[in-house]
Nanobody, 120 residues
Framework: QVQVVESGGGLVQAGGSLRLSCAAS????????MGWYRQAPGKQRELVAT???????NYADSMQGRFTISRDNVKNTVSLHMNDLKPEDTASYYC??????????????WGQGTQVTVSS
């Protein structure tokens, strides 16, 4: 079992910045990918950004250029630096950890989410 915990959410004015952090712990064998997703009320959960162990990143078009994802493979953490925040960025942000266990089973683990609210 792998535990995933996010932090760093809060209230910020439009144009401001926030840094979200996520830490994975537990029975970690190999983490293939870590990423961030978000979900606003009444909407589906959507991709924000992902990053592989080698550092290859993938961003959703709406976040590209404003958000930056990074990770520390030693500490099993991932961060999301969000700049120029807009009201439409308001959502619960979830950390995802794609984990491969010792038997080569791949499982996605999710955190509880951290709320980001951007005021106009």
């Amino acid at each position: 079992q792998v535990q995933v915990v996010e932090s760093g959410g809060g209230l910020v004015q439009a144009g401001g910045s926030l840094r979200l952090s996520c830490a994975a712990s537990g029975n970690i064998f190999r983490i293939n990918m870590m990423g961030w997703y978000r979900q606003a009320p009444g909407k589906q959960r959507e991709l924000v950004a992902t990053i592989t162990t080698t550092g290859r990143t993938n961003y959703a078009d709406s976040m590209q250029g404003r958000f930056t994802i990074s990770r520390d493979n030693v500490k099993n953490t991932v961060s999301l630096h969000m700049n120029d925040l807009k009201p439409e960025d308001t959502a619960s942000y979830y950390c995802m950890v794609k984990h491969t266990d010792i038997s080569a089973s791949v499982i996605d683990y999710w955190g509880q989410g951290t709320q980001v609210t951007v005021s106009s």
